[in-house]
């Protein structure tokens, strides 16, 4: 069978969705979990656009074993000499560099010509080629690149030394079968194709990313460019579980990976709980429906054999149908094989600070779920902020205005106010302004429920401007208000020292 190369970004494209930034230790988490999974290679960050980038790539580098780390920079020296730096501690190492190739990154984002550009596209690969033996090369837009351009730029980037070329749809704009035949013509066309691989990085703006993807690969692409549950800039990249679930299912395209597909479950909710970005249910592999059927017809044939309506085991991406429910009645050891299942390993103190939280959640709710279980493993993330909440109570109802009074701690010192508003929600914040008094707007404002129940952990997202500049709120409770409360302060806490 032919091998294909899993190339993860879930830690640089992915990461560039507004409000879902990992630190360096979530990253190193996300980091070992693909390692687990089987991913060939993590795009760790892009050094030279901050610090904590930087570090990221150089922690991942010491943290992870066998996989290749990888270092995105622009075509510059400057980038790739500070991606080299960061890259010092990787055991396997690459540097992906590259440049815009279509008509509308030449003319109009760097005001030049095809010919110069092909230059620096070659100048960029030589020096990277100076730190270390595999480079990759990415055309950008190379979706709306002209293919004998795109020939061109390929072949001179083969021959100055790049082991991998991206041929990225950065925009989303091409059809599978135009995408298809765009490999197919460097396959046929471009000397030297095969002293290096064809790598797809498709972006899903048109809903057709994964299927962009796959007829990449059917005409010769053998490096995939994903995410785990999909995630990235504007509408995302190529779910990560898709692709080596669609292998899976069609063994007659004679493709295989690495991927341990009985991870995929563990890892899309760990993802999801650190970037506080929910799932969507009918998300293909992953989604809480995946596996549901409410059709009567559906059921009675998955009862009756269920190959009638699954292409897929649920057991084959990690969901274990027999799993053990988590009720107020668990143990440590159940909880610690929930998390362990999910990805996240805890141990002592740590695990004890989890399941008192747990016992007190249990409290609440008849069932515990996976996504209630990471939102628990993640809370001291937001325990240790400089400003909490100390108490919040709120009155309201039909035809009584709303009252909270809310009581806050700051640096370890108490605060109160209270406040009338419209809707419970309303009186909380403005309690909370008469406390922090800074100029603050909410520009958006969403609550998800995790599941269905009417005792649900309700997630909160919020966007608070400040000084021009906004800030990403997340908070989990199940009370509604207490999480918009959570949600709000979290928001606050990046900019109040």
Known sequence: MDRLYIFDTTLRDGEQVPGCQLNTIEKIQVAKALEGLGVDVIEAGFPISSPG??????????????????????????????????????????????????????????????????E????????????????EFYCEDAGRTDNVYLARVVEAVIK?????VNIPDTTGYCLPWQYGEKIKFLMDNVKGVHNAILSTHCH???????????????????QVEVTINGIGERAGNTSLEEIAMILKCHKSMNIETQINTQKIYGISRMVSGLMNMPVQANKAVVGRNAFAHSSGIHQDGVLKNRESYEIMDPTDVGIDKNSIVLTARSGRAALKHRLSVLGVNVEGDHLDTI????????DKKKDINDDDVLLLAGKERTEKQRIQIDYLQVTS??????????????????????????????????????????TMTLQEFTIQAISKGSDDV????????????VYYGFGANTDIVAA??????????????
């Open 397 to 438: 109802g039909v035809g009584v205005k709303s009252v909270a009074s809310l009581g806050l701690l700051i640096a370890g010192e108490k605060f109160e106010a209270a406040a009338v508003g419209n809707g419970p929600v309303d009186a909380a914040i403005k309690a909370l302004k008469q406390i922090i008094k800074r």
């Open 53 to 118: 980038d930087f570090n990221s790539v150089v922690e991942i580098s010491k943290a992870v074993t066998w996989p290749t780390i990888c270092a995105l920079t622009r075509g510059v020296q400057k980038d790739i000499d500070v991606a080299a730096e960061a890259l010092k501690y990787a055991k396997n190492k690459r540097i992906h560099t590259g440049i815009g190739t279509s008509d509308f990154h030449i003319k109009h984002k760097f005001n030049s010509t095809q010919d110069e550009i092909l």
């Open 204 to 222: 899903n703006d048109l809903g057709m990313a994964t299927a962009n993807t796959i007829a990449g690969v059917q005409n010769g692409a053998r």
């Open 160 to 164: 100055a030394g790049a082991t991998v």
């Open 120 to 135: 620096r596209a070659v100048a960029a690969v030589k020096h990277a080629k100076k730190y270390v033996e595999d480079v």
């Open 484 to 497: 918009s409360v959570e949600a709000y302060i979290n928001a606050i806490n990046q900019f109040v020292k």
């Open 355 to 362: 399941y008192e939280a747990f016992l007190k959640l249990a």
């Open 458 to 469: 309700g997630k909160v997202h919020m966007q608070v401007e400040h000084d021009g500049i």
